[in-house]
């Protein structure tokens, strides 16, 4: 898929209104991209479908019939769509954009979750899929990738684009359609056989991914779709309390009936699950779900401010430290893209589909901010430094530039990232609104990775009271 082209085809679709800004994911023939709305002043996600790239002709329709019925759907756990358009060849659907991490994201930081978050994420999108079978909708596809987290911990399922909308006039030819897709280790065993499925199909599904929540992995896996299919269809996962002693009787029950391959063996109803989720666990019924790394943060920075009291640190030091974790935790977003090598597949695709990353020069890391800036990714190859935005490139020789981030006062602290070519007087502002917690994260990678001498000096950050944060050379005699 020619991301670039599909960019231009989709700005040219949607006009002056939105500015299409960088790709959040793709698939085989659609992609969904970050979009600025200037009318309302809001960051959406576009999905959009490459038509040149569709398996069948008749899946435009299909794309356009599903998402009308799917914008049906108001829930408080599914993502809002807004619009859904069409110009020429480029269908898409406008929806909110939730700049959470998705469970896929969450699992693959943490593996494992604690027990009342996984109860708490798997009732959630229990509700959301009663819901949707209520207006006769089967999402087909529940997994960890479409159920999405917001900053708050409020949970949401997202990519119904394979959802069936059960009308007899068409039912006949959505099946034979929704026979080939799913994601095996996610399919129920009568998804994974062709039969009809309906809102039991979800169940079961929902079940693999509460399963993987406490667990840290699918029950269900193997080195084909085949293989992993024929699992799906046969074995029994392992019980869950000889993996997870901590998991109450209750809920190993609720689990266990979720996963039961006959489906009228199942609950019958998502909102069946929902309720045995709750008077399993009670807690399950909070919607605010702790991120793992938020929680653990946040314990440590007040184990260390009491341990900072006790040794009686000045009032000032206690409270300079508290509004620095107050300015992390609660102002700042986590980045969307903080990685080391070796790059996500999807993320290393993209970056050699626009050229930022070529043949022969490894890329070792990559940052894209969470906040106002998020359009924008710095990426660090063995080679280069390359700046990439939604409209153009900005490449330099990693020996030739140094990185600074700068502190500076307009309406409030506001955080720079600059770089430098050495023996040059111009610099390029590659971020001019980091919040606080990217300056953080960011600072120690532009020491390890964008210098400007090798072997021959150290990087080290110097402070003034006064005037910017400079990220300098400490020389060698």
């Not at 911990?153 to 099946?175: C, E, N, R, S, Y």
């Not at 062709?194 to 199909?201: F, I, L, M, P």
């Not at 605010?288 to 009032?315: D, E, H, N, T, Y």
């Not at 770089?419 to 953080?440: I, P």
């Amino acid at each position: 898929m020619d991301i670039e082209a599909l960019q231009r085809r989709l700005q040219e679709a949607l006009g002056q209104e939105f500015t299409v800004g960088a790709p959040l994911g793709q698939g085989g023939f659609a992609a969904v991209f970050r979009a600025r709305d200037h009318s309302l002043n809001r960051d959406v996600a576009v999905k959009v479908l490459d038509v040149e790239l569709a398996p069948s002709a008749g899946l435009a329709e299909r794309f356009i019939r599903e998402a009308q019925t799917i914008a049906r759907l108001e829930h408080p756990h599914i993502v809002p769509i807004y619009k859904v358009g069409r110009r020429e060849e480029v269908l898409y659907i406008i929806m909110r954009c939730i700049d959470g991490p998705s469970l896929r994201q969450l699992l693959g930081t943490h593996q494992r979750l604690s027990v009342g978050d996984a109860a708490r994420i798997a009732r959630q999108v229990a509700d959301a899929l009663a819901y949707a079978h209520s207006h006769d909708i089967v999402h087909r596809d529940v997994k960890p990738d479409n159920i999405l987290l917001q900053s708050t911990g409020h949970v949401l399922v997202t990519d119904f684009g394979i959802a069936k909308a059960a009308q007899a006039a068409t039912a006949a030819q959505l099946t034979t359609e929704g026979m080939i897709i799913g994601t095996p280790q996610f399919m129920s065993p009568e998804q994974a056989s062709g039969d009809t499925v309906d809102g039991r199909s979800d169940i079961y599904s929902l079940g693999i991914v509460l399963y993987q929540m406490l667990t840290g992995s699918p029950p269900f896996d193997g080195n084909s779709s085949a293989s992993i299919l024929a699992k799906q269809l046969t074995q029994t996962p392992d019980p869950i309390r000889r993996i997870r002693p901590d998991v109450g009787d209750e809920l190993a029950f609720v689990l266990d009936r979720m996963l039961e391959k006959d489906p009228a063996r199942r609950f019958q109803t998502a909102a069946e699950v929902s309720r045995a989720l709750i008077d399993a666990l009670p807690t399950a019924a909070r919607n605010r779900v702790r991120i793992p790394l938020r929680r653990r943060l946040k314990s440590m920075m007040f184990k260390s401010l009491v341990g900072l009291a006790v040794a009686g640190c000045l009032a000032f030091v206690a409270f300079v430290a508290g509004a620095a974790v107050v300015a992390y935790t609660v102002f700042s977003r986590a980045p969307r893209v903080a990685a080391h090598a070796p790059l996500p597949d999807s993320l290393e695709r993209i970056l050699r589909n626009r050229r930022a990353l070529l043949t022969g020069d490894p890329a070792l890391y990559a940052y894209q901010p969470g906040g106002q800036e998020d359009s924008t990714l710095l990426l660090v190859t063995r080679r280069r430094v390359v700046v990439v935005n939604p409209h153009q490139l900005r490449s330099y020789p990693r020996d030739s530039v140094r990185g600074g981030v700068k502190l500076e006062l307009r309406g409030g602290v506001v955080f720079l990232l600059v770089l430098q070519r050495l023996g040059a007087t111009a610099r390029d502002t590659v971020y001019r609104r980091l919040s606080f917690r990217d300056a953080v994260e960011l600072t120690p990678q532009l020491e390890r990775f964008v210098s400007d001498g090798g072997e021959d000096g150290d990087l080290r950050v110097r402070v003034r009271e006064t005037g910017p944060v400079r990220i300098e050379r400490n020389r060698r005699p």
